[in-house]
């Protein structure tokens, strides 16, 4: 697998030294640069310093967990893409990480393969990968150009509102 940026900086925040090394070792392998944090207070400090282009996060951490790490990333106004990875799978813990911010959510134990998928496409997706490639969001519109969608917004529209260029098949077939 090549990923898409080469040399993303990745943070693991991980107390589990084993789990830690092995995910330090398959990202490294797929050409990221890995930097390892093993408390929630020293994660914390590494985001906010070294800036990385993503960031895993256990949940379960030392000095405070993962939940506050993220709130604060957040609240600095930090926002490279976060994926928890925790072994705390119930619905409610989910939903708590979505709501403070987390851009995915995987349970221990996990796939590897899947977990590197998941990391390359949340890299795909960050405004920094987007910058870089000069990628935009682009929007679509339905049919009969009643909902435009993007990446990024969704709302109700025309394709009189939404701009000259865009015309339903209905429109175009004409």
């Known amino acids: 697998m090549e990923t898409l940026i080469r040399d993303a900086r990745v943070l693991v925040v991980e107390d589990n030294p084993d789990l830690a090394f092995g995910l330090r070792n398959n990202l490294e392998i797929e050409g990221y640069e890995v930097d390892v944090a093993e408390s929630g207070p020293g994660g914390l400090e590494r985001a906010r310093e070294g800036n990385p282009d993503l960031v895993i996060l256990d949940l379960m951490l030392p000095g405070f967990d ?3 790490v993220l709130r ?3 609240e600095d106004g930090l926002a490279m893409p976060v994926l ?7 619905e409610a813990d989910k939903v708590r ?17 899947e977990l590197l998928a998941r990391v390359e496409a949340l890299l795909r997706r960050s405004p920094k990968y987007r910058a870089e490639s000069g990628t ?8 009969v150009a009643t909902r435009c969608r ?5 709302s109700t529209c025309s394709s009189r509102s939404f701009g000259a260029g865009v015309r339903s098949r209905r429109d175009s077939s004409s």
């Open 136 to 143: 935009a969001p682009r929007a679509r519109c339905s049919a």
């Open 150 to 154: 993007s990446r990024q917004w969704s």
């Open 97 to 113: 990480g979505f709501r403070l911010g987390a851009d995915d959510y995987v349970t221990k134990p996990f796939g590897v393969l």
């Open 84 to 90: 928890i990875l925790t072994a705390r799978g119930e």
């Open 66 to 68: 993962g939940y506050r």
């Open 72 to 74: 604060a990333l957040r």
